[in-house]
């Protein structure tokens, strides 16, 4: 009986005020967001982008504090509040005190972007890794994800709005070669249909969406030899990684008013690799 949601498709739809001007859809002047793993790479952008976007207040949450980017988002954008909040995702509790403690913050939280996540194992194929290894991905990557949109979704539904964004990955959709990452793959795979059953879930109240990056230059892979990186490249239609900021026009339009019939979908943001 529970499987049975007797509830979907019984609300109609409500027509969402929007503004004249195509531009001003994307404007997050008024909104709060939280990001998780915001304080570097493809997070950090999104939360410059936000804020380039007018967002008046956002919480970036991270396990690694980055003080001296902190300081640059905080010098920049001046009329915003940008607070810190350290948390590990892996950790159901502290995702839900945190989250909490963000709604008290803020009164109202209309956009959660779960973003934080990790590649490396110890062993290049399934068989040569130890099952920490496997536990460890799966628990950033997918169970933090899944902890993240709980705890947004409760004050989602209470507030009758929110965007949920979600990180996921070309990986969910192909197996990229050379390098193997089996539970990676896997983990960012739950994430992309994670994302679209929610979606169905929450449409009432929420939408729910996912970005699939293709191979972008950040620290979590900036460490990879250039001669596997060449082999990449070789392999990605546009012939090269990607920038973080070139991610933003995605998350900015999933987050904003730009959006507004979009739930349930992914954007693939990687140079063509799953074109293939
Ligand atoms: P990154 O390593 O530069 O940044 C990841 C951030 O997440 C860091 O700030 C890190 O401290 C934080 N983080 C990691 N584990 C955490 C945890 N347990 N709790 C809290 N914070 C944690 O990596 P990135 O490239 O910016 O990756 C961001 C997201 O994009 C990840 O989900 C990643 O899987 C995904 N992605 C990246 C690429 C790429 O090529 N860089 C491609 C596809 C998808």
């Not at 570097?40 to 504090?65: M, V």
């Not at 995702?89 to 972007?113: L, P």
């Not at 990180?167 to 994430?191: C, D, E, F, R, W």
């Not at 996912?210 to 546009?238: H, R």
Request: aromatic share 10%; glycine share 8%.
């Amino acid at each position: 009986q529970s499987m049975c949601n007797t509830d979907i498709g019984s609300l109609p739809a409500a027509d969402p005020v929007l503004p004249t001007n195509v531009l001003d859809f994307f404007k997050l002047d008024g909104k709060t967001a939280a990001i998780t793993g915001g304080a570097r790479g493809i997070g950090y952008a999104i939360s410059e982008a936000y804020l380039q976007a007018g967002i008046s207040k956002l919480a970036i949450i991270d396990y690694a504090p980055n003080e001296a980017a902190l300081d640059e988002l905080r010098s920049r954008f001046l009329k915003s509040t940008i607070v810190y909040h350290n948390c590990d995702v892996r950790k159901a509790d502290q995702v839900k005190s945190v989250i909490d403690k963000i709604e008290e913050e803020f009164k109202v939280i209309d956009i959660f972007v779960a973003n934080a996540g990790i590649a490396w194992t110890s062993g290049p194929m399934i068989d040569q890794e130890t099952d920490d290894d496997w536990h460890n991905v799966m628990n950033v990557d997918l169970n933090g994800v899944y902890y993240c949109a709980k705890n947004i979704g409760k004050i989602f539904r209470k507030q009758g709005k929110g965007s949920l964004v979600m990180t996921a990955s070309m990986s969910a959709h192909i197996v990229n070669v050379p390098q193997l990452q089996a539970a990676y793959n896997a983990a960012k795979a739950g994430v992309l249909h994670l994302g679209k059953s929610l979606a169905v879930e929450w449409a009432p109240f929420a939408r729910v969406n996912t970005v699939s990056p293709g191979y972008i230059s950040t620290e979590l892979s900036d460490f990879v030899p250039t001669e596997m990186k060449n082999k990449w490249y070789a392999l990605t239609p546009q012939g090269r990684q990607g920038a973080p900021r070139e991610l933003c026009g995605a998350y900015l339009y999933l987050a904003s008013d730009a959006s507004t019939y979009t739930t349930g979908s992914d954007i693939r943001v990687d140079g063509g690799y799953c074109s293939v």
